[in-house]
């Protein structure tokens, strides 16, 4: 990506051939006005100018959003326990998310040991954000251990075995599950208290102005988009055998699963969340919304979406200068398969989906494809109709604050022996500019 400094003198370049042509028609001795051509040349110079800077006003906002970010992280409290050497053996202890469910089974040994003190930091920073732990809290940064067996020979010793640990985080199970980041959003983790991102909403305005004159003053108006935590919960089932298993293999399982059902909550919300009954609104909500996610309406009962349909998705956001970044389209798997037997025109076999571009397959973008993108809405007389999102991802926003909140009920099925684990995470969605978005929300696939 291109620096804000280059991006403004390419911008100032832009500038200057304009202002060369309409220097070259005002000194012309025979008055003569533009030629189409020049007017032409003219209008796309000041155009591209202006896309220029606006791209690099965008750039430093962000730039100095996520130094913001930096400074409130450096300025955050000292790092977890299980981080601190001082603390672990080696450099690293061994927390045990099953240790810490266990402790809250009947009869169970008390939370204890660095579960305990990661637990109440933890909780702090929750209530400093407005929240209280409900049950245990446990941190994003856990490490995620797993061994294969590898066999190896040796001339000397004969045959012996040498065990690969593959290492990972919550944060990186998270984040690999979720589309929408594939797609290039922005996903913050450890925030802290209520937070903004600054948003330039209207540009100063430019003028040609006579020798000795002034141009007419404006000024650049800048809002904030706001986030605040919102809580989003999801359990799953484990028996009560599994969870008095110890070994790596269990406790692995456990995280993934864990990240697995937050992960299907957050990019649910991500795509289409109501804003409404404590939900955050996703980007399909905000087609009414101003500044607003454009919309490319089919029919009065949905239809079949054309080629044009995909390609009109990109002309809105090219429309609103907002098509630059981490572009690309997102559906679910019904419209793929349409879109992948669907010619551009008819009888010509070039399909809408292209089959020779693999990375790029739609209108030469990036596609993701998750069936949490809605296949049931309903338009008119119109059913099981599914969208198509297109945008600049990197404004899809996504922070969360403190670790994951656990709730432990060994009651609900205890009749089946079976332990019900509910994990809360406060996290809020926003788009840091609506208009980098369009969506269809009222496509046919048959």
Known sequence: MKKPQELRAEAAAQQAAAKAIYEAV???????????DELRTYDAALDKANKLFDEAGTIE???????????KRSSAPAQLPHNDPANTANGRHQYSIMRAIRSRLPGAPALDGIELEVHQELAKRKAA?????????????????????QRALDTTAGTGSIPTILDGTLIDLLRARLSVVAMGATVMTDMQGLFAIPRQNLSGTSYW?????????????????PFSPK????YTDYTRRFMEQTNQDAEAFVKRDLTAILARAIETAAINGSGSSNQPKGIMARTGDTPAVGLVSLGTNGANPAWANIVALEAIVATANADFGNL?????????GYLKSTTKVPNFPSYIWNPDAPQTPLNGYQCGVTNLVPANLTKGTGTALSAILFGNWAD???????GIDLLVDPYTGSSIGSIRIVALQDLDINLRHPESFAVIVDGKTS
Request: hydrophobic share 40%; no cysteine; net charge negative.
């Open 328 to 336: 690309g389209y997102l559906t679910n798997a019904p419209m793929r």
């Open 61 to 71: 906002a962000r730039e100095k959003l996520w130094a913001a970010v930096d400074a």
């Open 209 to 225: 102005v006579a020798e000795g004159s002034a141009p007419t003053a404006s000024n650049q108006t800048i809002d904030q988009v």
């Open 396 to 402: 899809l926003v996504i922070p969360m604050w403190s």
């Open 26 to 36: 005002k000194n012309d001795a025979s008055g003569r006005d533009f030629t189409e």
């Open 129 to 149: 954000s407005g929240g209280a732990a409900q049950g245990i809290m446990i941190p994003w940064d856990v490490s995620i251990r797993s061994g294969t067996e």
């Open 231 to 234: 809580t989003v919960g999801a």
